[in-house]
């Protein structure tokens, strides 16, 4: 974005000065009356103007833009020599005349002298005259003829949209609004009413029209309004000025009043007016036609200003009926008079008034852009902004600020409800997240013009278009700004870098007057902590909203960031159920956390709460429908670490639900387990349907392992778990020939013992035996592995046979099934080979189209 600095001179003073802040100092002092006549100069520079347009787009992009998507016309105008020598605006409508044109400026005030001349002098020929002498009569039509060519100048000048805030050039807006508010009044006051009542036979009804011409005040009460804003004119000055006026006009028009109520009595009569019976010393008014007009006024104004004062000595007072009423709703009127100049002058002395404040406010503002020599650019938007925000008095702050906080939280849904809910940053979110949002939401305004976002800077608001137009704009390969996108109502702007933690990556500038929702990183952030899955959704809303392609380049960044917010959602609820925070495990799953997912280990909380002993807390994960046989990253099941810690009750629930070991090695793993000799570890897995005849590398069996340690314990609890003591290990021993070896009698006595009652139970050769022992069996369920539990039934345990085809036909005629084809595993594989079963291992009998 093109900025704008100090001028060349100030560039090279600013080079010829040393470094340092004393140097500085010194310099000051040095030329302290120099500064002082230069701020002088700069505050003539910020008289009180309206804020004008000054957007500006190195290729025109913007107003392009604008002109296909908004159907507006492009602000950019030529001008012509003579147009601009005039202050007239060439468009496709006509000749316009902007309202800051020094020449039409000049008109205004021109008008102005006419506007107090007519306003005061109206009151005057309603009271004293029955039509005007001939020079007033000229003067009259003087004026009147310069007002009719100020409405004709009021059909082409431009006008500043109040809900926009920019210039309107178009003739037929400018004609329509002049048309709806004051052109009927002026052209009825520009009527020549003293030919009009002389011309209708001077009837007294004719002359109460010549009051539609006191509309003109108007224009002496925007002069005052323009003053009161003018720093360079003491603020007390100006309201004493205008409360003078104000007393003044109001006993003027007064004074004419009472001098009408005494006229219009027949003159037999005019003894009995107020100025008919007055006398004030030896002299007498009961000619008082007679007198001099001014003499006249004099009295009458007398008259108004001691009534209005309420300090009347009794020299002059009501004498007939007429006059006691008008005095009676003259003075009721006067009290209301009264109470205004009192109040105003009052908040003049304590320094209250709303235009007092925005003045010194104003006055700081200038003295410091002086001080740092700010840009004309800059300074323009500082002024424009405050100006805004004085005339429309936007902020909300002070006004609710002693409302209840609940009471504020609905006035926000109220009122933003609708904006944000249209928002396509949350489509799919929650309510209540929505309701969270809202009332933390501050409405701003900003000007045609401002930048709200640079691009590359740090940004901690987010910001919501209710009303107006912003657009993004980007740095294009020549190094030129390049208009990105136009932001709607409805749009937002600052979520890419909030949500990735990055830099803001355009120029977001306003194309005219919006109102914008700002919600500041740390509240959004606060929420998002609790909303997790809404979180989720925004950054999805993010990736494959409409504009996605805006952001194409930032997806990788913000898949990056979805994976390390899941990552990180994970990691709590892993916390929460290492330490049994059952309350926080239900807020976080409600929320939206997915309780199936790892951490870095692989872990599920159903990992850590089975080996932390959190029954309650395993419970709630099962019911929330948690893959109980999911293994982590070292090949270990929730039941496998809750039989490791002793936890024998969820050890329990976990294998009533379903729950396998799912070891990789079974044979290692338990040869392993009987070498640390821990009795209590091998009896609980063995009851869990471990198979103790599994074996290692080596072919050697977990009892070969106890025999050859001389464990006589370990040994008990694999022959009562059925290990066979006729199994070989690749160098032909058996347990019986390491028992030998290792010379334990008891051991050697129970090995002796386990080969008669084994020979017992199958009758055949010890070869025979063994290769019977030797079988494997597995578990044949009747439905899918991936099958809700409603539709699951028991399933039967079968001998592995030589073939599949064999073990689909015995398992189908067992479970009285008909057309089923193939055998799953537990992850939902096709197993095609028998010797792909591990003994003990569950098997699911299905169909190929199941």
């Known amino acids: 974005m093109r900025e704008t600095g100090p001028n060349p001179d100030q560039n090279r003073k600013l080079k010829e000065m040393p470094a340092g802040r ?43 833009l604008m002109t296909n998507e908004l159907g507006l016309e492009s602000t950019r105008r030529k001008f012509s020599r003579e147009s601009l020598l005039f202050g007239l605006r060439d468009l496709s409508q006509g000749l316009v005349i902007h309202p800051d044109n020094r020449w039409y400026r000049a008109w205004v005030n021109f008008i102005l002298l006419w506007a107090v001349y007519s306003s005061f002098f109206t009151p005057m020929e309603f009271g004293f005259f029955r039509g005007l002498p001939e020079n007033l009569f000229i003067l009259d039509i003087v004026g009147q003829i310069a007002f009719l060519l100020d409405i004709v100048l009021q059909f082409f000048v431009a006008f500043r949209d109040s809900q926009t805030y920019r210039m309107v050039y178009k003739r037929t807006p400018i004609a329509l609004r002049y048309l709806k508010s004051g052109f009927v009044i002026d052209l009825l006051a520009c009527m020549p009413w003293d030919i009009i009542f002389k011309a209708s036979g001077k009837k007294e009804e004719v002359r109460y029209l010549l009051w539609i011409r006191l509309f003109r005040v108007r224009k002496v009460t925007e ?56 006398k004030l010393g030896d002299y007498s008014y009961s000619h008082f036609r007679e007198i001099d007009i001014w003499l006249r006024y004099t009295t009458s104004l007398y008259f108004a200003i001691v009534t209005m004062a309420t300090v009347g000595y009794g020299d002059i007072h009501a004498v007939n009926i007429r006059e006691m009423i008008f005095i009676m709703i003259y003075v009721s009127f006067d009290m209301v008079i009264g109470a205004y100049l009192i109040g105003n002058m009052t908040a003049l002395i304590v320094k209250g008034s709303k235009t007092e404040k925005f003045r010194d406010k104003m006055t700081d503002l200038i003295k410091y852009m002086n001080r740092n020599r700010l840009g004309r650019d800059i300074r323009n938007q500082i002024k424009g902004h405050v100006r805004l925000q004085y005339e429309s008095s936007y902020t909300e702050a002070s006004v609710l600020q002693d409302i209840p906080i609940s009471i504020r939280a609905r006035i926000s849904q109220t009122l933003y409800l609708p904006y944000i809910e249209k928002v396509s940053l949350f489509r799919g979110c929650s309510s209540e997240f929505i309701n969270q949002i809202v009332i933390r939401l501050h409405e701003e305004f900003f000007l045609p013009g401002e930048v709200i976002m640079e691009q590359g800077n740090v940004v901690d608001q987010l910001y919501f278009v209710c009303h107006g137009a912003l657009e993004e704009v ?24 909030i949500l990735c933690n990055i830099p803001q990556p355009y120029t977001v500038r306003v194309c005219e007057l919006c109102r914008l929702l700002r919600l500041d990183k740390q509240s959004f952030t606060n929420v998002l902590d609790i909303y997790f899955y809404d979180g989720r ?17 930032l997806e990788s960044d913000i898949t990056f960031h979805i994976g390390k917010q899941e990552a990180e959602l994970a ?29 870095y280990d692989g872990r599920s909380p159903l990992h850590l709460a089975a080996s932390r ?130 010379g334990n009698k008891n051991l ?67 479970l009285e099934i008909a057309s089923c084809s193939c055998i799953l595993s537990e992850d939902g594989g096709k197993i095609l080979d028998v010797d792909m079963i591990n003994d003990g291992q569950k098997l699911y009998l299905v169909t190929e189209t199941h």
């Open 613 to 742: 002993g959190h029954e309650d807390t395993a419970l709630f994960l099962i019911k929330e429908g948690i893959d109980i046989n999911i293994s982590d990253n070292f090949g270990n099941t929730p039941l496998l670490e809750a039989i490791k810690n002793g936890h024998d009750r969820i050890a329990s629930l976990l294998f009533k639900e379903g729950a396998s070991l799912k070891i990789d090695s079974p044979g290692s793993f338990l040869c392993t387990a009987v070498a640390k000799g821990d009795s209590d570890f091998l009896k609980r897995i063995l009851s869990k349907g471990i198979d103790p005849n599994s074996r290692d590398y080596d072919h050697r069996t977990p009892l070969h392992v106890a025999a050859s340690e001389g464990l006589y314990l370990m040994a008990r609890l694999l022959v009562e778990a059925g290990a066979s003591v006729f199994s070989k290990d690749r160098w032909g021993n058996t347990p019986m020939d390491e028992g030998r070896k290792c």
């Open 223 to 278: 002069f005052f309004q323009k003053m009161e804003k003018d720093i360079r004119i003491n603020y007390m000055f100006t309201r004493i000025i205008k409360l003078l006026a104000v007393e003044l006009y109001c006993t003027h028009t007064a004074a004419c009043i009472f001098y009408y109520l005494a006229t219009t009595l027949p003159k037999e009569e005019e003894g009995y007016t107020w100025i008919g019976s007055l």
């Open 537 to 553: 959704k925004i950054l999805n809303n993010l990736l494959e909203g409409k504009e996605s392609n805006r952001v194409k380049q």
């Open 748 to 814: 050697i006595k129970l090995l002796e013992d386990a080969k008669s009652a084994q020979l017992t139970e199958f009758p055949y050769s010890a070869q025979e035996t063994t290769d019977k022992m030797l079988l494997k069996k597995c578990t044949v369920f009747p439905f899918h592995p991936w099958d809700p539990k409603e539709k699951r039934r028991h399933g039967i345990v079968l001998w592995l046979p030589h073939t599949i085809e064999e073990l689909i036909k015995t398992a189908a005629e067992q």
């Open 474 to 497: 980007g740095i294009g390969e020549d190094g030129l700004e390049e208009t990105v996108s136009l932001l709607k109502p409805h749009s937002s702007c600052g979520e890419i870098s």
């Open 22 to 64: 004393e140097v500085w100092k010194i310099e000051e002092e040095k030329d302290g009356e120099e500064e002082e006549k230069r701020v002088e100069e700069n505050e003539e520079e910020y008289e009180l103007e309206d804020v004008r347009d000054r957007i500006k787009s190195s290729r025109g992009s913007r107003f392009n």
């Open 571 to 599: 990691l709590k609820v892993n916390s929460a159920a290492y330490h049994g925070d059952l309350y926080q495990l239900k807020g976080l799953i409600r929320t939206g956390a997915d309780p199936n997912k790892t951490d």
